[in-house]
């Protein structure tokens, strides 16, 4: 079973207007990942936030942590066409003595022009 | 520099064939992952490789899977014989023992069992 579950499962937004995306977890971690993946490629890395950092910044993309509430979100700012995809949580922590990078089910986003 | 690799792109084959999905890691990374995505969901661990040990292969279905990474670069994953149930994409990736953590993946073999 995956730890990761994201909210919402699909997103439709017009160009210019910013997305966000939720992922909340069940156990403790050592990171959370975010990953993007378009149409029939795999997946592509976007950004790492430590279990001790709240907030974490790149380019148009924002994210936050919180570890109390197990549950980040990512903030893609003045969407484009091309931000259309899937992306994916990650959770990076120990499952059953291994170290594991488990999945969320993902959030579609839809960046109409 | 060169992505991960992985072939064939697309496979169709009918029940209770085998099947073979070969991968090449970015050269330099130690680590290699082979995940199972089925539609609509997010990768599943099958298996990871420190250089050639199997170092995690608890969620990969013995009884028809196999994989191996002979002298701790290329993998090829297994399915002998495949069901139904295993159509889906076949994703490799592989990392570097940075303290990145970052995950670089293949565009995935396709695989659909008739």
């Known amino acids: 079973s995956q730890q990761g579950e994201e909210d919402p499962q699909a997103l439709s937004i017009q160009e210019g207007e910013n997305a966000t995306m939720n992922c909340s977890y069940k156990?403790?971690?050592?990171?959370l990942q975010w990953y993007r993946q378009n149409s029939g490629r795999g997946l592509v890395h976007l950004i790492l936030?430590?279990?001790?950092?709240r907030e974490k910044h790149s380019g148009r993309l924002r994210v936050t942590l919180d570890t109390s509430k197990k549950s980040s979100s990512l903030l893609i700012t003045a969407s484009r066409a091309a931000d259309t995809a899937s992306y994916f949580c990650?959770?990076?922590?120990?499952?059953?003595?291994?170290?594991?990078?488990?999945f969320g089910q993902g959030t579609r986003l839809t960046i109409n022009p | 520099e060169a992505g991960v690799v992985q072939s064939p792109r697309y496979k169709i084959i009918e029940k209770k064939q085998p099947v073979a999905f070969w991968c090449n890691p970015i050269s330099g990374h130690n680590t290699l992952y082979w995940y199972l995505q089925n539609l609509g969901q997010g990768p599943e661990l099958l298996i990871r490789?420190?250089?050639?040990?199997?170092?995690?292969d608890s969620q990969l279905p013995k009884d028809r899977f196999s994989a191996e990474r002979l002298k701790g670069v290329d993998s090829t994953l297994k399915i002998q014989p495949a069901e139904l149930g295993d159509s889906a994409v076949y994703l490799c990736?592989?990392?570097?023992?940075?303290?990145?953590?970052?995950?670089?993946f293949g565009p995935g073999t396709r695989l659909t069992v008739l």
């Open positions: 156990t403790s971690i050592n990171n």
């Open positions: 936030i430590r279990s001790n950092e």
């Open positions: 990736a592989s990392s570097v023992r940075d303290g990145n953590n970052e995950q670089f």
């Open positions: 990650a959770t990076e922590g120990v499952i059953q003595g291994a170290q594991k990078l488990v």
């Open positions: 490789y420190e250089n050639e040990e199997a170092v995690d």
